[in-house]
């Protein structure tokens, strides 16, 4: 029991480190307004896990949405990430005009491992 209540704040203390890195990015912009700072594939990672350990699902409108590029650009990054196994994409069954946006085992893994990570080099500790 002890254990699954390590997990499970590891967990949120993960999600609550991605949301916070993902709030930053978006804020950076007001402070740097003449500078485009974007990296939409890294922001469309950290929202899908954010999405993910709070149980909500995220589609392809709202994850191109969230990376304030041009749809054609953020698409095209979805499509990276989809060329290499990392995101899998599943039509709505309430709504043929959705798709949502999953992660791969492998991409939650990895931004996991990024996340513990960063939380040691932020001396918080680990997740």
Do not use: N
């Not at 930053?24 to 007001?30: A, F, I, T, Y």
């Not at 990296?39 to 149980?55: H, K, N, R, T």
């Not at 899998?88 to 996340?115: C, K, Y």
């Amino acid at each position: 029991m002890i254990l699954a209540a390590r997990r499970d704040r590891r967990e949120k203390d993960r999600e609550t480190l991605a949301s916070v890195i993902l709030r930053s990015r978006q804020r950076r912009s007001s402070y740097f307004p003449a500078i485009a700072l974007g990296e939409p594939g890294w922001d469309m990672i950290l929202q899908l896990y954010v999405a993910e350990c709070s149980g909500r699902p995220i589609d392809v409108t709202a994850l191109c949405g969230s990376t304030g590029v041009p749809k054609t650009t953020a698409l095209r990054h979805l499509d990276r990430l989809a060329a290499r196994q990392l995101i899998e994409r599943r039509d709505d069954d309430a709504d043929g005009r959705r798709i949502f946006v999953l992660m791969s085992e492998t991409l939650r893994l990895q931004t996991e491992r990024w996340l513990d990570a960063t939380a040691l080099a932020l001396d918080i500790g680990p997740p």
